[in-house]
């Protein structure tokens, strides 16, 4: 790296800081800028920076957002009665993805993980309860992840709502749509069988 | 992505165009960089700005360099009598990083590619011929890579080179150090066999 110019040394430290970047294709990247065109180098420098000026939390569901409140939180074609729970906003941008529903959000921006040290206190927990008491929700589908943090997260949440006059729903797991039954793993195809439905 | 803000979406399409990342990496890069604390943010954007303004080819081999002339072409301490030809920049960090060479290099800056329409002219093939008349150099090892346009490169240069008045090389191709004999493809055997030295 050291038989580089400053200037590409730069640029290559700066890259393999980000997560899955090794040295190699921090290279491999910054060799793609030196012959790109200096406008997308521009572009892609410029919108980094505004990255953080730009980017806020909504004060309604906690996304990212632009504005105050964010795209889905103002939109009142959606259904204000439905809020969905998940972890971070990535999650909430692949239920996006999918179409399959059309209800709020509320981004909890974490994972309880007392092994990280993450404790109730430093998700948006108590948030979400002044908003269920607040609004009209009937329903709130935790759509945690399946993993170890994401369930007992889930359980957390439900002992805390099950006092207050709403339903509550966990997404359903199982076998992944057209997966191959013999590499799902034994965990999955146990609750596959369990949560089995009559046709 | 459109369910992110656009300062967001803005990042994650920039990123995307960079070679080997798809949206899904494009997405999480810039999730980390929205956490990540905002001098480094700072630092990585305006290392790409400085990029493209101080970056600049050296104006005796070709390699990228900050100065008029690179650091290996203004060493005095480098092998003024040996000159190795390669590719790219990268190639020649690659064998710097060897540290089994202490001569001179000439930067192509490409392969000659009939099907891309890279014909010797897009090549810095004529710098190269001036070069070794003018200069007191008494052998060209010929490094580029050994693929199909790497090595119809080595044989034009070959062609071409014969008539002056130096020594040529080619750097040797065979089974590579630490590589196990089954993982090796029969191309390269055939070629260790045909190169085998006594001992």
Known sequence: MNHYPKSIVNVIRNFSRLPGIGEKTAERLTMHLLRAPATEVKMLAQSILELKEKSRLCGRCFAMSDKEVCRICSDPSRNQELLCIVEQPTDMAALERSGAYNGLYHILQGV???????????????????????????????????????????????????????????????????????????????????????I
Chains 1, 2 share one sequence.
Request: charged share 30%; hydrophobic share 40%; net charge positive.
């Open 112 to 198: 309880l993980s007392p092994m990280d040290g993450i404790g109730p206190d430093d998700l948006r927990i108590q948030e979400l309860l002044s908003k269920v008491k607040k609004e009209k929700i009937k329903e709130i589908i935790i759509a945690t992840s399946t993993n170890v943090e994401g369930e007992s997260t889930a359980s957390y949440l439900i002992n805390l709502l099950a006092k207050l006059p709403v339903r509550i729903s966990r997404i359903a797991s199982g076998v992944p749509v057209g997966g191959d039954l013999k590499y799902v793993d034994q965990v999955t195809l146990k609750r596959a069988m369990e949560s089995r439905y009559d």
